[in-house]
């Protein structure tokens, strides 16, 4: 996707975080309009994530961040322990991201910053733009320990001037974990669904498909070698081509599989849209930046949460209940009989939203860089 990377407008950075790929993908809308409007955008990025931001934007500059190396659990039961584990790590992290920041704003004109999920990246000098779906935490602690997680949470988002919501602001596709009891004690805006595709306003026509299924694997280690491991012997038994895509840009080494089975490690944007436009079905994990996907191509999915990811579970079975997708624990998952019950499933969509909701966000924050500078 080439873009311009010169400009008169203001300047500003963009930084997804680097767990998995949906941080930055979901950012790629948001880069579009700043682009759009004569905004100078400088991205920040690191390890993968990293990687597809400047393959997706050739043209402009992308400086490297610190790297969050973050691992899950494999199992729910064992994520409060690994997230104690890594809060040292973590407190270091947010720290670098600040020190970074602070460097930069020294050495370089910026106007404005927009992370997606990294805490250390805000400036009193600047307005600060946060960006997360997820305002309601969901972990296995109990009501005390989820009103106190909450807290922290919300404290850190407090740091920054703004925070987006990628949502609707009513009936929306991340449920409770987008529109929580209360708010942070920021201005808090809904900018709609987030997604790096062209909105469809219907479903795949009833063509023959090139794919039987698509597998989209996604996520931080190891569940994502996990999964594909799993997942690699159940493909051979699928009577029809199936394209496996190994969500690792840049990745060089392959993997064995089955005859069947065409194994690519990243498509780019405009690539997976056609292969995902020519299947039957799409398997992925039910990460909220795939959800908005989904819902923006209409695809038919199956769905599986990582595990250990309470967020992940909560929506798979928010998005059933409203007849999204189907979905199964990874646990026990036999393709064979997910892609049956598939076959039955009476898909439900949400309406096309627009990027209305991202527009007038957009539109709030240049006019007030334009005060600052004032």
């Known amino acids: 996707m080439s873009s311009a990377a010169a400009s008169s407008g203001p300047t500003v950075l963009v930084a997804p975080l680097d767990w998995g790929l949906g941080h930055a993908t979901r950012c790629i809308p948001i880069i579009q309009q700043l682009l759009t409007r004569g905004c100078s955008v400088v991205l920040g990025g ?6 597809l931001l400047r393959a997706t934007f050739p043209d402009l500059a992308c400086h490297e961040l610190p790297h969050h190396s973050v691992h899950y659990a494999k199992t729910g039961a064992g994520l409060l322990w690994k997230i104690v584990q890594q809060l040292p790590q973590l407190r270091k992290s947010v720290a670098a991201e600040k020190q970074w920041l602070t460097t930069f704003l020294k050495s370089g004109s910026l106007d ?15 307005p600060s733009i946060f960006v997360t779906h997820q305002l309601e935490i969901r972990a296995p602690f109990g009501a005390p ?19 987006w919501v990628p949502d609707a602001a009513g009936r929306g596709l ?16 809904y900018i709609g669904p987030l997604s790096r595709f062209a909105q469809r306003e219907d479903l795949p026509g009833n063509t ?44 060089t080494e392959g993997v064995a599989a089955p005859p069947n089975v065409s194994v690519l490690p990243h498509l780019a944007t ?6 995902l436009d020519d299947a039957s079905f799409l398997l992925a994990r039910s990460g909220y930046s795939t959800v908005m996907d989904v819902a923006a191509l209409r695809v038919r999915s199956i ?13 798979a079975q928010q998005l059933t209940k409203n007849a999204f997708a189907p979905s199964y624990a990874q646990s026990g998952f036999n393709l064979a009989t ?18 209305n909701q991202l527009d007038a966000a957009i539109d709030e924050l240049i006019a007030r860089i334009s005060r600052t500078d004032a």
């Open 46 to 51: 690191s390890g993968a994530s990293g990687r």
């Open 303 to 315: 769905l599986v949460p990582t595990p250990g990811q309470p967020e992940q579970e909560y929506l």
């Open 208 to 251: 023959v498909k090139k794919w039987r299924l698509v597998v989209l694997l996604s996520g931080p280690e190891p569940q994502r070698s996990i999964w594909e491991a799993e997942l690699l012997p159940q493909l051979a038994e699928v009577a029809a081509p199936v394209l496996l895509l190994r969500g690792l840009p840049g990745a």
């Open 174 to 189: 991340a449920g409770a974990l987008a529109h929580p009891m209360q708010l942070p004690a920021v201005p808090t805006r």
């Open 270 to 275: 405009h690539e997976l849209a056609r292969e």
């Open 338 to 355: 997910a892609l049956a019950a598939a076959e039955n499933f009476a898909y439900q969509f949400p309406p096309a939203s627009g990027s």
């Open 145 to 163: 320990g989820r009103w106190l997680l909450r807290r922290l949470h919300y404290r850190m988002i407090e740091r920054f001037s703004a925070c």
């Open 112 to 126: 404005a910053v927009i992370s997606d999920n990294r805490y250390g990246l805000f400036n009193a000098a600047i």
